[in-house]
């Protein structure tokens, strides 16, 4: 029954090949000639499959995996340098029809305040981020096809790329909304949108539609379908992930893998990210309804069995994730966080009235609660290039195009001297004392590990000009 190449749910994320592989992932464990024989396989940095992952997964010899993490680290290294893509997410709306057991905007919950942002307060929330200095956004949407229509999501877009406040300015806007017709996809794309991101959740389809009792999100096919959709619609970048906690990890790990070969077979790409969110605490959750959460040990081990699996895909880690977790996955493969996040809608016009509303009405605990410079200044400290780099989207190196830059290595002359041009512009714009002087040193250091000298000659004078005043300079 299990067919990449199928267009059908059912047999692309096949029920019978996850069981298989976790069964013959389980019966290796300890089966130190197979472990190397991937392992060496694993070190041409070109990937593994969803069967090979979970045999590294599972393996219980430690010296192997100790070899699994140093490898992690080495393709993190290679593929994204020290470099961490920074973004934050807006909360447009949290009014929604379905019924996620796991989530306080389920419709049935009363407790919090619905609220969806009018597009005056959207351009208050996108001052508001632009002046923390943000240039990179994953809008969030509850699924309400009355309140939040596709015209909604599409006006909004549209009203974040057109404010330019001082010198700030959104230049890319990830979308996280619910499933939808290849036509809305066109929508979405026609609107410039960025990656579309959905979340699988599970891949479990039992445990899926338990977890969905109601509302459209409980069709597992369709929504497991999505990506093939935004594809057809024309969106060439597109972010999965599971939520960690709320099936068996090691199925929904298996899943994720088979979703990620999946587009690459069917639709010639695969995920431009993965996202690797846990599940937290939050209003009219019953936390012990979820007791198959994982601990911080597994989570590192999930990270870096996805960076050498897929090398070629970033991944993404919220502030759902406290600091000290996230300093950790930040060596073995994540290449994009959140900073200074929010997670309720309109929690950051720090002017708003309804700011009591607001914090009552988040999506989730957020760990990490440092402001975005705190964040900025952390990372740099612990020897990162922050980066607002957006330039890839910009000039069209999206999809397939972006992938083969991708895998020649070509795409880290272009990553590297933007990460310093937009990280000196954070400096300029909105960094605090310390943040500035710490990122000075940094970018004057990091420049000479920009390898062609000629690049290196435009990079020097374009910080001149930035300093001087100009912005947006892109590779
Ligand atoms: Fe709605 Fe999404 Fe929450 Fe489900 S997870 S209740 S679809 S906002
Ligand atoms: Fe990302 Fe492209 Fe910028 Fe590199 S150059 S950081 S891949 S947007």
């Not at 809008?139 to 909604?152: F, L, Q, T």
């Not at 300029?428 to 970018?443: F, S």
């Amino acid at each position: 029954m299990y067919n990449v190449m199928s267009p059908k749910a059912e047999e692309f994320i096949s029920h019978e090949e996850i069981e298989e592989t976790l069964k013959y992932a389980y019966e290796n464990r300890k089966n130190a000639e197979l472990i190397d024989k991937i392992l060496k396989k694993a070190s041409l940095k070109k990937g593994l499959s969803h069967r090979e992952a979970m045999v590294l997964l599972d393996c219980e010899l430690e010296d192997r995996n100790e070899l699994i993490f140093q490898l992690a680290k080495e393709i993190k290294q290679e593929f994204y340098g020290n470099r961490i893509v920074m973004f934050a997410p807006l909360y447009l709306s949290n009014y929604c029809v379905n019924g996620c057991t796991y989530c306080p905007y389920h419709y049935k919950n009363k407790h919090i305040p619905r609220r969806k942002l009018t597009q005056e307060e959207i351009k208050a929330e996108v001052i508001a981020l632009q002046d923390m200095g943000h240039k990179r956004l994953a809008i969030e949407s509850g699924e309400d096809p009355v309140n939040n229509p596709i015209e909604y999501i599409l006006d909004s877009i549209k009203t974040i790329y057109s404010i330019k406040h001082k010198n700030g300015a959104i230049r890319r806007v990830n979308v996280n909304i619910a499933a939808t017709t290849v036509e809305n996809y066109k929508k979405l794309k026609d609107a410039g949108i960025g990656t579309y991101i959905l979340f699988q959740e599970t891949y479990h389809k039992g445990n899926y539609e338990m977890l969905h009792p109601t509302g459209p999100k409980h069709n597992y096919a369709y929504h497991t379908e999505a990506m093939d959709r935004a594809m057809d619609g024309g969106i060439d970048d597109v972010g999965i992930g599971v939520l960690f906690g709320l099936n068996l990890y090691r199925y929904d790990f298996t899943g994720l893998l088979m979703h990620a070969e999946h587009l690459e077979a069917y639709k010639g790409v695969g995920p431009h990210t993965i996202s690797v969110p846990r599940l937290r605490r939050a209003d009219d959750i019953d936390p012990d309804a979820f007791d198959n959460g994982i601990d911080d040990d597994t989570f590192a081990k999930i990270v870096a069995c996805i960076r050498i699996a897929v090398p070629y895909t970033g991944m993404i880690i919220s502030t759902r994730e406290s600091q000290k977790c996230r300093e950790r996955v930040l060596e073995l493969g994540v290449s994009q966080i959140s900073g200074g996040s929010k997670t309720s809608v309109g929690g950051y016009a720090k002017d708003s009235v309804e700011n009591e509303l607001c914090d009552s009405s988040e999506q989730f605990e957020v760990s990490d609660t440092r402001t975005l410079d705190e964040v900025v200044n952390w990372l740099m400290k612990k020897g990162h290039i922050p980066s607002f780099c957006t330039a890839c989207y910009r000039e069209g190196r999206t999809g397939d195009r972006f992938m083969t830059l991708l895998k020649n290595g070509q795409i880290a002359n272009c990553c590297q001297p933007n990460a310093l041009m937009t990280l000196k512009e954070y400096l300029e714009d909105y960094a605090a004392k310390d943040t500035k002087q710490t990122g000075e040193a940094l970018i004057l250091k990091e420049i000479e590990n920009i390898p062609s000298e000629k690049v290196k000659a435009i990079v020097v004078e374009r910080l001149e000009k930035i300093a001087a005043g100009q912005r947006d300079f892109r590779f």
